[in-house]
């Protein structure tokens, strides 16, 4: 039995290997963003700075892992058994919890998905011990205290971090304006020592509390003389600045890439127990058992977890390692990132998250607000606003997302908050407080603009939302999974392992071949990033017509899919087909959305004379979609009540239509692969001949009808309405025909 619980305990550890990967790949925007959003250094540069203080941090810290052996669990009552089913139940909900939102692109907090999950599974297995005739009751075997200073944090984070970035980058936009270059004479000693003070005060308060060196006598000391220690960083960084920026060194890089090292540094030195407490916790339970426990697993009761964890050098050397790797070969921490910059983005960015009810009452109501506040404010003092608020004379290097005052404030401002928090004792959550700083600050740069407002407010309600959902699933999930491993033993334990492996392996698959396709649109980005607009249309043109015709080449294989699968009475096809018409609709939805932002960044003049045009490409693609999903739709549900098949004669009538509706498709395809407008005409005239011919069908059926056999009727409906739909689906065709005309040469008409 010994050698089952062995190998259950170094299965935890290769789960926290996986852990180490999604938990890194998810908090990497604490300390990423800002450096990458403000290109303060290139991609690699900042991932190996970023790296390094990570790495300090897990190899110097010394291992505090209490919440994972006492934090929440009172050990003195849980037997060996039951917190070996505690840990591999907590594990294998953070990795998958972690890595779902990974995958969706959303922060969400280490630190609140582990205190949930021990609270959840520890909830279930005392629940399971009282139910079983213990004495015990909750307040014996639970320990609240951490879980509700977390909910606690949730609280303060968010409204705390979002004002105070929202104030201070006001503030500091009012000294510096966007045009900051032209006012860092004289400023920038001051902000920049400033910054750099609030840095070090945040790794000593916070960063480098649970480091080795950090003994009792050093932060007895550090607490006496932190006025002294402010002071004198204070007069020494605002010399060091001002003397820096004499020489033309970048004062604002320098900030921004000290705060990216400092924020990595407390993160892997603070959050590192949230990856390998659990396990080291299981070490330490196992190597009790396996000396005294005298082979009782379920009677065994592990007292010695209360005692302070030793965690050995290598294993936090290995962590770190483990840590550098992820950060530096993760896609998805990349994929994280993207949503926190482009919410905050100073530009017209992918707004992926689309509007909600209470974003667009939100917006409504913050434009009455601004209009009251505009009214009652001097026209002076107005003007003056507005000059430092000048957003087009924003200074950002080419492909940044907002420029390095905000990217030095977001780090400072963080890393401030998150010291302060501390040393009054506020559990103030990392992901939180930086996220939220800057979403304050962005809303304070005027980044959200009354067409992205909705969009972005909906975005920060969905990963708040998201935080909140954290707790709740980690809860959920750990009481779920330790109930089933409870019971059913170590067969289950081994089974939830292996179908975790197998979810990780499928997860990150999806997400390769989703990124995929991301990288393949790497048009859209380089329109929305060109300054050249007749050169941004160009390249627009290019993209409509790249989405479009992946759409009719779907459409056209679609309607020939469906259309057999009528036919020869296969329901299952008929499914497949009307859930994927179901997807391509968010599909055309989510083309349609980008191509509206790029529109934005051509000439109003060819804006404005494209755009009927342009909505009448995408409408028409729109219709043609709602042809095939109404042929689908009645299709399937015939077919699935196994009603009577078409009739041979009407089959073949239709197969002749169906051809000459599918070469309409590939026909309209080869013009837009070269152009030949020449042909757009003739094309059209053909729509029109095929739209007489079903015409046709359709009044002969109507004969038919009035004479036929009423056991057949329904089936005859069925191709009544596949006659319409297929009628209207080659209207739409041909108003596409003309719209892809008009977007290429306005003067097609005088030339047809």
Request: glycine fraction near 8%; hydrophobic fraction near 50%.
């Given at each position: ?601 051509v000439s109003r003049e060819t804006a404005i004379e494209k755009s009927t045009w342009f909505h009448l490409s995408n409408n028409s693609c729109m219709s043609i979609l709602y042809n ?125």
């Open positions: 039995m010994e050698i089952l619980f062995l190998c259950v305990v170094i299965f935890l550890f290769m789960l926290a290997v996986f852990d180490l990967s999604v938990g890194v790949s998810n908090d990497a925007v604490n300390f990423l963003n800002s450096a990458i959003g403000s290109k303060a250094a290139s991609f690699k540069r900042v991932l190996i700075i970023a790296s390094i203080g990570v790495f300090i941090g897990a190899a110097m810290s010394n291992g505090m892992m209490d919440i994972a052996r006492h934090g929440i669990f009172r050990p003195e009552h849980f037997s060996f058994y039951d917190l070996i089913c505690i840990f591999m139940a907590v594990m294998v909900t953070d990795i998958i919890l972690l890595d779902v939102f990974n995958s969706l692109g959303m922060p969400t907090s280490t630190t609140v998905s582990m205190v949930f999950e021990l609270l959840g599974a520890t909830f279930v297995v005392a629940l399971i011990k009282m139910t079983g005739g213990s004495d015990l009751g909750f307040n014996d075997l639970l320990n609240t205290e951490k879980a509700l200073s977390v909910i606690l944090g949730i609280f303060l984070s968010v409204a705390i971090a979002f004002f105070f970035g929202t104030v201070v980058q006001f503030l500091s936009r009012m000294i510096f304006s966007f045009n900051y270059k032209s006012n860092l004479k004289w400023k920038i000693g001051i902000f920049g020592g400033v910054c750099a003070t609030a840095i070090v005060y945040f790794l000593l308060i916070k960063g480098l509390k649970d480091l080795t060196f950090m003994t009792p006598e050093v932060k007895a000391w550090i607490d006496t003389h932190t006025g002294i220690i402010v002071t004198s960083c204070l007069i020494f960084f605002t010399l060091l600045m001002q003397l820096l920026h004499a020489l033309n060194v970048n004062v604002l890089k320098t900030i921004v890439l000290m705060g990216t090292f400092a924020l990595a540094v407390a993160f892997a030195g603070n959050d590192l127990v949230n990856f390998i407490g659990v396990p080291l916790s299981g070490l330490s339970a196992y190597q009790d058992y396996a000396a005294n426990g005298g082979g009782d697993a379920h009677g065994y009761l592990m007292q010695s977890l209360n005692g302070p964890s030793n965690t050995p050098i290598y294993f936090l050397i290995g962590a770190g390692l483990i840590m550098v790797v992820a950060l530096a070969t993760s896609k998805k921490a990349q994929n994280v990132s993207k949503t926190e910059i482009g919410l905050g983005s100073q530009q017209v960015s992918d707004e992926m998250f689309g509007s909600s009810r209470i974003a667009r009452r939100l917006v409504r109501w913050s434009l009455s607000v601004i209009a009251w506040i505009r009214r009652i404010t001097p026209p002076r003092v107005r003007a003056w606003f507005n000059r430092r608020f000048n957003t087009d004379e924003t200074i950002m290097d080419q492909g940044a997302a907002f420029d390095l005052i905000r990217g030095s404030v977001n780090l400072v401002l963080a890393g401030a908050l998150i010291a302060l928090g501390t040393s009054m004792k506020l559990p103030l959550s990392t992901t939180f407080v930086t996220f939220m700083v800057a979403m304050g600050t962005s809303l304070a740069d005027r980044a959200w603009s009354r067409e992205s407002a909705v969009f972005r407010i909906t975005g920060v309600i969905s990963v708040i939302g998201g935080w909140f959902l954290t707790a709740g699933v980690a809860f959920i999930g750990a009481g779920v999974i330790v109930a089933a491993m409870h019971f059913g033993g170590h067969w289950v334990m081994f089974l939830l392992g292996v179908v975790t492996i197998i979810l990780i392996i499928r997860s990150n698959r999806r997400f390769r071949n989703r990124r995929e396709e991301e990288n393949g649109d790497a048009m859209f980005r380089s329109i929305l990033s060109t300054e050249d607009k007749t050169e941004a249309w160009n390249m627009l043109l290019i993209y409509i017509f790249e989405q479009q015709h992946k759409f009719l080449t779907y459409a056209n294989e679609a309607y020939r899919g469906i259309t057999d699968a009528f036919i020869n009475e296969n329901a299952r096809a008929l499914g497949k087909a009307d859930s994927s018409l179901f997807r391509q609709k968010n599909v055309l939805k989510n083309a349609r959305r980008k191509e509206t932002l790029c529109l934005r960044q095939l999903r109404r042929i689908a739709e009645i299709c399937k549900e015939h077919v699935e009540n196994n009603f009577l098949p078409l009739p041979k004669q009407y089959t073949a009538e239709y197969e002749l239509i169906r051809t000459r509706v599918s070469t309409l498709f590939d026909d309209t395809l080869d013009v837009m692969d070269t152009g030949a407008e020449e042909a757009i005409p003739v094309l059209r005239r053909h729509c029109d001949e095929i739209k007489d011919t079903i015409s046709d069908a359709y009044h002969r059926l109507h004969d038919q009808l009035r004479e036929g056999d009423t056991a057949s009727m329904t089936v005859v409906y069925v191709y009544l309405n596949m006659l319409q739909e297929t009628q209207e689906m080659v209207s739409s065709v041909r108003k596409y025909l003309r719209a892809i005309a008009k977007l290429r040469d306005s003067d097609f008409r005088s030339r047809r």
